[in-house]
């Protein structure tokens, strides 16, 4: 349905307002979520002034939740994680 797709956009567009998946600037609370999917659920992982921490608690959530199949573990040595 086009309310299917325009979400779909939506959830597209604003999750690559980071370059990261999983974090995007939340207009409403003026600051970056971070969020991840596991096991069919939405998962928040909370609301954060600074990018740079919004992107470690989700590449965090990556290692703790996915392991060495986390879809960003390239970026881990990146960010200390």
Known sequence: STTQQNAMNRAFMSNNTSGIIGVYWSKANAKW??????DGK?????YYENKEEAIKIRLQ???KYFGEFAPQRKLFEKYGI
């Open 33 to 38: 979520r971070a969020v991840i999917g596991f």
């Open 61 to 63: 959530a990556e290692k």
């Open 42 to 46: 939405k998962i928040h992982l909370g």
